[in-house]
């Protein structure tokens, strides 16, 4: 009997040691195909960036020696780097200051009734943010067309000459701020509004008691409060600005005299019209420490504060 | 008695305000729409006449059939890689774990445009360019995907498994009965986030397809823009514009609660 039990058992843990390998093989199996997609698609791609960026590299992209910092050098001496990097500095700047401020003015207004608000409002509101880039930046390119466009057409009324918006650097590159904004303004509303949400009812019964003016209440409560969420859009705007490249495919192919050229659009041109695919490495190198720097920060402070993923 | 008018005035001025930022956004979308259905041979009339001749000059049917195989080819993909890792990322203990996982956090955190041109050349290789499997590829796996849906099994309390083991159900009926419930309403609101992402994505499907046969709408559009705008077609440009723009608009009317909460229940990178 019991030298049954005991085959049995033996018998019992044979099977179980089997199943638990069966089931380790399947996990691992499973994660294979999607971990490989990563691996070839993210993780090979990254590392030969960063080894093709010390690279010489001919114009069909094959290694033909060591190239030391070369790469980085010669991207680095060339003007036309200084004017992407301008360009790009202040059309980040000023579109995600002028985005993320018209979103907190946005959020403050709409505040807890945003989704009661009526439908139309709604629909103008968000529209541009539900829209590809591409079909908005098309919107603009008719909007600020010479003599057709609207905006001449409005100038013509007050009896102002036409202009050509996109054919000067200062104003082609403020026409993509402005699209920029208009596009993404509303989106940032949305996460701040979330932010709001999250402040208690009673939090705001006392400070609507004690502080009818708001201010003081908004600045020690509420931004606080908002802080994460504000850290978080404003990390997104930025990321969004750098990598803006649809419009000035669309509205100016970088031009005029490299006046609207930002930094992806450079890129692009570095490897897919110039083939110069050591350069075209070594900005990807760059682009890749910044932005993954910074969407790096905006997950962590995710993770840690707003939304509790973990 | 003067408090509550005070809050009176105070809110319709809020209201003025917004009203006046909401038709300032909406204004540019209703002028295009306006200029297509409205002008051009016969002055101040309905027409289709532009709308029809932008859908005859490039062709809009196969660029909206790639952009639905594509779009939908991704979202079919991504929840379901993003749903069995998720479950055995939430539910199993096993060796390099982290290691997987930062794997899965990884393709977040870099930007495809940082590896644009590797994508490219490892795509030339495997001769997927100009495909719709090529465009598709690099995105087939979500790390957002995979980070809700493990946020989605874990929230399930473990009794609920113990009483559905209890009942005899194996693994698999586990993981169908009790687990995939929950995760549906992570997966309509990632739905919301890749759809619109892919269907508005465009560096990239630009720069892989290169013929009609694999091109997106949105990629369609830009190449038509370029040509109107060299040739100055003006009508050309607001009208393939309205092809691109009415169909978000329509659906955005049906759900726009739905929509827009989904966008601000997770995020969009």
Known sequence: MSELSARYEAKAASTRTRHTILVHVLRYGLLALPAAVIGTFVLWPLLMTIVHSFDQLDGLGHVTGFAGVANYQALTASPVFGQVMQNTLVFSVLSVVLSIGIAFVLAMLLNARALSASRILLVSLFSPTIMPMIAAANIWLYFLAPQFGVVDEMLGWLGLGQFNWLGHPGTALGSMIVLFVWKYAPYFTLFLLAGLQAIPPEVREALRTEDPVGWQSFRRVILPILSPVIAFVTTMAVLYSVETVDPVYAMTQGGPNNGTNLVMYYLYQLGFNYFSWGQAAALSVLLLVSLSTLSGFALIVLERRTFHWQ | ?269
């Open chain 2, 1 to 269: 008695m003067a408090m509550i008018d005070w809050n009176r005035g105070k809110r319709a001025i809020k209201w003025s305000i917004l009203t006046i930022i909401a038709v300032l956004w909406g204004f540019p979308t209703v002028w295009v729409l306006y200029e297509t259905f409205f002008t051009g041979a016969a002055k101040w009339g309905f027409t289709f006449d532009n709308l029809v001749q932008a859908w005859n000059a490039a062709p809009f049917g196969e660029y909206y059939r790639n952009t639905l195989v594509i779009v939908l080819g991704l979202l079919a993909s991504q929840l379901v890689f993003g749903v069995i890792v998720g479950f055995i990322l939430a539910r199993y203990e096993f060796p390099l774990k982290s290691w997987v996982t930062g794997i899965f956090i990884l393709q977040i955190v870099v930007p495809i445009y940082a590896v644009l041109i590797q994508d490219y050349q490892i795509l030339d290789s495997l001769h997927l360019l100009n495909t719709l499997v090529g465009v598709m590829l690099p995105y087939a796996v979500s790390g957002i995907a995979v980070l809700s849906f493990r946020h989605a099994f874990r929230s399930v309390p473990r009794e609920l498994e113990e009483a559905a083991r209890l009942d005899g159900y194996g693994m698999f009926g586990i993981f169908r009965r009790v687990y995939l419930p929950q995760a549906v309403p992570a997966s309509l609101a990632f739905a919301v986030i890749s759809v619109t992402y892919h269907w508005t994505d465009f560096l990239w499907p630009m720069i892989v397809t290169n013929t009609n046969q694999a091109r997106p709408v949105v990629v369609g559009l830009a190449m038509m823009a370029q040509a109107s705008e060299s040739g100055m077609q003006w009508n050309l440009l607001a009208a393939g514009t309205a092809i691109v723009v009415i169909p978000v608009l329509v659906v955005f009317m049906a759900a726009t609660r739905k929509i827009l909460s989904a966008f601000s229940a997770t995020f969009n990178w």
